[in-house]
């Protein structure tokens, strides 16, 4: 029996654990920030959440994202071409008085953001470099150092990561894309939800595809 869509749907305002620390951030509905999150001009998708200690600067993230502790997105450069890589060079306002932050430099480092899609897994102490894309439905194993793009539903593992498989064959991840449902309104997704666990996913396809 259906219920009223009170008793169905939650509080959809972001949580934030309060030992997180979020500057210029963007946050999505359900969004889940925990323990200890650092993120600097992050954009949160729905649904999307972190778990403890992962850190994420100039980074854009879809909905359904699931980010598991210790892993670094946009784990920023140092000018290794300048006389000192140290930070002295690009934040000589942490030590000097009248030095101020290097604007170029910053900038060269917003320019390399790293963009995610949706439903993505990272796994635990996943890094990912700057400059990458990560498309739809992808898996980023544990521990694993991203340094390329990585193609929708993909997964990558490894130092370097490289990858494994894909999770779908390519006709069932072009129907997974057209179904979009990452977009369903929430009351539709709810009612999928049972379906998600009950069903193989062609089955699931075939009978939450409109026709």
Request: glycine share 6%; net charge neutral; proline share 6%.
């Amino acid at each position: 029996m259906d219920r009223p869509e009170n008793l169905v749907l939650k509080d959809p305002e972001p949580r934030i654990h309060p030992t997180a620390e979020l500057k210029a951030c963007k946050l999505g509905r359900y969004a889940s920030i925990g323990e200890r999150v650092i993120l600097r001009e992050v954009i949160v998708g729905d649904f999307s959440y972190f778990e403890r200690h992962a850190e994420a600067i100039y980074t854009t993230i879809g909905k359904f994202c699931s980010i598991a502790a210790n892993s670094r997105i946009n784990a920023l450069e140092h000018p290794i071409e300048r006389l000192t890589q140290h930070k002295v060079s690009y934040r000589p306002n942490e030590y000097f008085r009248w030095l101020g932050v290097d604007a170029a430099f910053r900038e060269r480092r917003r320019a390399q953001s790293v963009s995610i899609g949706h439903d993505v897994w990272i796994g635990h102490g996943a890094v990912i470099m700057p400059d990458v894309t990560i498309g739809n439905g992808a898996i980023i194993g544990a521990n694993a150092v991203v340094t390329r793009d990585v193609p929708a539903y993909a997964i990558f593992a490894g130092v370097p990561a490289r990858q494994l498989r894909q999770r779908f064959a390519a006709d069932i991840a072009a129907r997974i894309e057209r179904l979009a449902w990452w977009d369903w309104p929430v009351e539709k997704l709810a009612k999928a939800v049972p379906d998600m666990q009950a069903l193989s996913i062609e089955i699931f396809l075939d009978r939450w595809e409109i026709p």
